[in-house]
């Protein structure tokens, strides 16, 4: 399946001579694989900086604190006495001056090797200055005539895990490029020339062997090239991807309303005209011949679940299914909650189906929605598992759309026959990145929220103040209100979010008692359930939570939210825990208390939350302050699903990219030719295999 050209760079690591089963382990990690790092996985792995040596200026020259390359005469040793905490040190001179090298905690025999007295030595690292005199602590090189010669002038710099060093990243990459074959052009003649030469591989030569720093930067040449390599493979993906879902012809749904008013009328509220308008837009495209692929975009609390229910009954009034998609366990029994209401009264025939469904009950579930006495199936992932088969499934309904891929938007709709596809997303997206996850989907956008909605009151106040905190909520849970209480996100690891959260739940039951409840990612889902149940109850007043809230909660007499290190959060992930109140008519408060000193962006961060609540607003803010990772929500710094791009140097070429796939879609949308064959390989490179697989689906 894969052209055969490509073995090389899918073979393991450990076919490369030096890495074995034991060294493969850390390049597994520092690779993100742990299933086993392959060759493109190293080629792959580039500098974040590089060091300059070809400074080679003399002692009295050289500026202090930079790197240089020194040529030095060996005058004496002085070892480090027994026992002693002191350096072992090395007298040098050159023409101009004289300089100490100094190495800690080393052993002194093979410095002595290393820099035999009376004789010329290359020295290379970053000179300082201490009282005046010359000094080198650890120079990174030190070489004789030969190895000056072999000596890299610019040198890169890896990212590395524990239990490797830079030798070992250099020495691998060697060995990797050495196996690395070039591969046949698949940029046509027009690609954008700031970006065209050199091909794939001496791309990844030049920024592994760098002859100048800006080789191996992002905003080269060569980095660029491979940006643009990325964006396109993804680019023609979506491309591939839309082109046949368009153009394999829909079934149009067309309902006769009577569903759709029974469940209109027996909610307690009227649309918002931007839900009369998306629906609007939904019920077209589903009574239309083509296939639905449809963005709907509405801030927190906009009112999507509704909009999904109403075009769920229009399939449904045609006699066919809908299936509503969840990232979470969590959100999918929300889903079921809110809807359950509503369909009794309507007759809706509605199920659950997640991880946890098993057994005889999972097996009526299943049996009733392939026999079609199920209308709406609500679930996670475990949806589009083998085995779950529909009676006639017309409607693909997947909330929190960037949770989940392409592949399996792919693999839900393949469940039944020309299914129309509506993805939901709680976080608005700029426009850019909707062409880079979505490709060109119609988008509709609940831009206005529910009437009666009050402005969130949202303040800053510092961790020393928390007693105050305190205090205020003591008020608060008095009169009956309820509230969050969101608990600092440590990076490193989940069970330290867990400990921390649970400290502050013991905390706050010393001041509350039995008001207080607690809820976090590793409870069992039985307790989860339980835990939302008592604070939607009103059992619980106060809900003691890690991020499993962020996504979707909806407890409408909740009206206060206490975020701690709110420092710590992304601005998209901030506004989406704000949203969590401010859901029902009473006045909202979101308190963000945050450690000093606060960082600059930290600032802007939480300033922009305070002055804003409109979400397509804040990710674009978002976009700016912290590049795109956060804006969909994850906590990678990086172009989340992109190993090479990064949207704030590269994202000009996107538009570039994209019309170069919808270029070579137009003209040859199944990649047959020699441009195509080199297309394809592409497609593998940067595995985007769906799309591979699309092809060969035909
Ligand atoms: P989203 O999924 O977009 O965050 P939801 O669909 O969960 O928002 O809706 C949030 C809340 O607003 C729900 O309690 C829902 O019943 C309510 N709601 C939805 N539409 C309206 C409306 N037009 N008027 C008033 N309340 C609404
Ligand atoms: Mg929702």
Redesign the pocket.
Known sequence: MRPDILNPYFASIESLPGIGPKLARPFNRLLGRPEGARVLDLLLHLPSSTIDRRARPTIAEALPDTVVTLKLHVDRHVPTPRGARTPHRVFAHDESGDITLAWFSADGGWIERLMPVGETRYVSGTLTLYDGAAQMVHPDRVVDEAGLAKLPPIEPIYPLVEGLGQGHVRRAIEAALARAPELPEWRADGGPADTARPGFRSALERIHHPRDPVDASPAGLAWRRLAYDELLASQLTLALVRARTVHLAGRPSVGDGQLSRRIEDTLP????SS?VEALKAIRADLASPHRMLRLLQ?D???????VALLASATVIEAGRQAALMAPTEILARQHMK?IEKVAATAGLRLALLTGREKGRARDAVLSALKAGEIDLIIGTHALFQEGVEFHDLALALVDEQHRFGVHQRLALAAKGEAVDVLVMT?TPIPRTLVLTYFGDMDSSELREK???RKPIDTRTIPSDRLDEVVQRLAHALAEGRRAYWICPLVEESESSDLAAAEARFEELRHWFGDKVGLIHGKMKGAQKDAAMAAFAAGETQLLVATTVVEV?M?V?EATIIVIEHAERFGLAQLHQLRGRVG?GSEASICLLVYRRPLGEIARERLQALRSSEDGFFLAEQDLKLRGEGDVLGTRQSGFPGFRLARLDVHGALLERARAEALDIVQNDSDLMGEHGAALRILLHVFERDIAVKLLSAG
């Open positions: 509220f009227s649309l918002t839900q509405g927190v609390g906009s009112g999507k679940t509704v809110t709680a529910p009437a009666g979707g909806d409408p859901r």
